[in-house]
């Protein structure tokens, strides 16, 4: 089975400064991870996915995320966060051979001016 | 351009009604789902169908049912609505090659009264 989790339910960080949103997933083979934004009264939009290759993984709005195989991480990233960045944030994960994407809870992030 | 669309961005209906929430994708695409979306626990995949009349369970496939008789079009029937089916619900769609991301629609906000 596979899983996700979003260890912070909020994140809330000042214009200019480094933003991360961390996420953890579970899969019995090789992953492919995603992260999603959503904001207010919309649906998900796709920010950037990890296939192979690179672990550094370059994507929409300036953001990047890491993969980490040994801590089976892939937190989220950007280095200066803007208040148009303030949204909810979705981790997901696919096992290799499946159809289906496996959700975080979530991690709402808040950028202050 | 890719694009989903969900019949409904609000919806509000009477306790043991029967809801019809359609998608539509024009993308070609063979795997369409549904999901619901509720604070704090994420998305919720509830059916899936990987081609035309085909359909599968997802994690929460209790009190829905799925029709899927045209490729590009993707229907979840509440057969008869409850006050807990009250959530925001969303459709993606992805090809079998390729990416392998969802695409999403822009969501129902479903209120059961």
């Known amino acids: 089975a596979q899983s996700v989790a979003q260890p912070e339910d909020q994140v809330n960080v000042a214009e200019g400064n480094p933003l991360t949103v961390k996420c953890t997933y579970s899969?019995?083979?090789?992953?492919?991870l995603f992260w999603y934004v959503q904001y207010p009264n919309r649906g998900l939009q796709f920010l950037l996915k990890y296939i192979t290759g690179d672990n550094l993984v370059k994507g929409s709005y300036g953001f990047e995320a890491e993969f980490n195989k040994s801590q089976t991480s892939f937190h989220l990233k950007k280095p200066s966060a803007l208040v148009s960045d303030s949204a909810l944030y979705f981790c997901?994960?696919?096992?290799?051979?499946?159809?289906?994407?496996?959700f975080g809870a979530g991690t709402t992030v808040t950028v202050r001016a | 351009d890719v694009k989903v669309t969900q019949s409904s961005r609000y919806l509000v209906k009477r306790t043991g009604e029967k809801v019809f929430l359609e998608c539509v994708q024009d993308m070609d695409h063979e795997n369409m789902f549904w999901y619901r979306q509720d604070p704090g626990l994420g998305l919720r995949l509830i059916y899936f169908?990987?081609?035309?009349?085909?359909?599968e369970k997802g994690d929460i496939p209790e009190g829905y049912s799925v029709s899927r008789e045209k490729k590009e079009r993707f229907s979840l029937i509440l057969e008869s609505a409850s006050t807990n089916q009250t959530s925001m619900y969303l459709c993606?769609?992805?090809?079998?090659?390729?990416?392998?991301?969802?695409?999403f629609g822009p969501g129902t906000r479903l209120t059961v009264t």
């Open positions: 997901a994960v696919r096992d290799l051979g499946d159809y289906k994407l496996s």
């Open positions: 993606a769609s992805t090809s079998i090659e390729g990416s392998f991301f969802q695409y």
């Open positions: 169908s990987y081609d035309v009349k085909m359909k």
């Open positions: 899969v019995s083979g090789n992953p492919y």
